[in-house]
């Protein structure tokens, strides 16, 4: 079964920090991953796609990175602000239409 | 840069009444999907149309239908509704379906509030 995983489920920091959010799939055979941003009762803003050829994906202050062996991805925030927080899902591709959602990670930066 | 439109954005029905959400893609778009997104669950893939062919089908109920019109937008039909139906409906758009999987863009959703 075609499973994404989540890690940490929720995160609090201080604004300022370096973070790292983690998704892990179970099925490799990937096509592409997309990592979103939803803010509380909003929609899904996509942030980052990476190709199952690629190794990462750079946008402002967001970086994430792909290895398909392993069956992980990263999504990287520099300098976290307030204005970062919400909920951060990813979601994979396979050789379908569906995308597969996380389970997501809820982020908090404080001032 | 012009988004993928969901009307309404707001909706509330009664049990066992119908509902009809609808949704404008990004223009050139020729692919729709249709995902559910239930109090603090992630979204889950209903069904997908290419160039007014349903071309992927998920964990849609037989209650629902939709379908892809020549300007391609879509709409969801939701019949005989139930409490388990509320939730927030999301249409995203990709350009095309050959030679590769698009980026999807999302709406920003419809609300469905079953009482």
């Known amino acids: 079964k075609q499973e994404v995983t989540q890690i940490p489920a929720a995160l609090s920091v201080p604004e300022g920090e370096n973070l790292v959010l983690n998704c892990s799939f179970t099925d490799s055979a990937i096509y592409n991953l997309q990592w979103f941003r939803q803010d509380p009762g909003k929609g899904l803003t996509s942030l980052l796609l990476i190709q199952s050829s690629q190794r990462e994906q750079t946008s402002g202050r967001l970086n994430a990175s792909l290895d398909k062996s392993s069956g992980r991805s990263t999504l990287y925030i520099a300098a976290s602000q307030p204005g970062d927080s919400a909920t951060y899902l990813c979601a994979v591709l396979y050789n379908t239409d569906k995308l597969i959602f996380g389970t997501g990670t809820r982020l908090q930066v404080f001032p | 840069a012009a988004g993928v439109i969901q009307s309404p954005r707001h909706l509330i029905k009664e049990k066992r009444e119908t509902a009809t959400l609808k949704c404008y893609p990004i223009?050139?778009?020729?692919?729709v999907y249709w995902y559910q997104q239930g109090p603090g669950q992630d979204p889950q893939f209903l069904i997908s149309?290419?160039?007014?062919?349903?071309?992927d089908k998920g964990s849609i109920p037989d209650r629902f239908s939709a379908q892809q019109f020549s300007d391609y937008h879509s709409e969801l039909n939701m019949s005989s509704l139930e409490l388990g139906d509320s939730a927030l409906y999301f249409c995203?758009?990709?350009?095309?379906?050959?030679?590769?999987?698009?980026?999807?863009?999302f709406g920003p959703g419809t609300r469905l509030l079953v009482l």
């Open positions: 149309f290419y160039e007014k062919m349903q071309s």
């Open positions: 223009p050139r778009h020729d692919t």
């Open positions: 995203a758009s990709s350009l095309g379906l050959a030679g590769g999987r698009e980026t999807q863009y």
